[in-house]
């Protein structure tokens, strides 16, 4: 078994045995199970799933990092959400504002602000589709 821990700001929103999470890492997503080796890795924003005797669990989580150590994930992220806690109408127009503000181009730190919106939006319509 795994534990897993999921923290933002707000405080812990996972807090578990698990038998498998998959992290979307800034060098790709990766899985982890019992007897993995230890390292620390950057968060992007995307989908969390962790998996307990069968039963699956999705979140969408921005950027942060993890460290995988002794059994144990612990996942530091600024956002974190549930698919059930998340409203898909909401974040479908997120999704939508978000490209108009990037095909705005006007100057390259909205567009940047806007991409990140983009993504945590996809992430978030992503984890709610799956869920269902």
Known sequence: ??????VTPEGVLVSQE????????SEGEFGVLPGHMNFLSGIVPGELRFYYRGASEYMAV???????SNNSVLIIVDTAERAGDIDLERAR???DRARERMEKKKDPADFLMAEV????????????????
Request: hydrophobic content about 60%.
């Open 1 to 6: 078994m795994l534990f897993l821990e999921v």
């Open 18 to 25: 698990v038998d498998m999470v998959i992290v979307p890492g």
């Open 62 to 68: 921005s950027s942060g990092f993890a460290e995988v």
């Open 93 to 95: 127009s997120a999704r």
């Open 117 to 132: 919106a983009l993504k945590r939006a996809i992430s978030r319509i992503k984890v709610v589709e799956k869920a269902l």
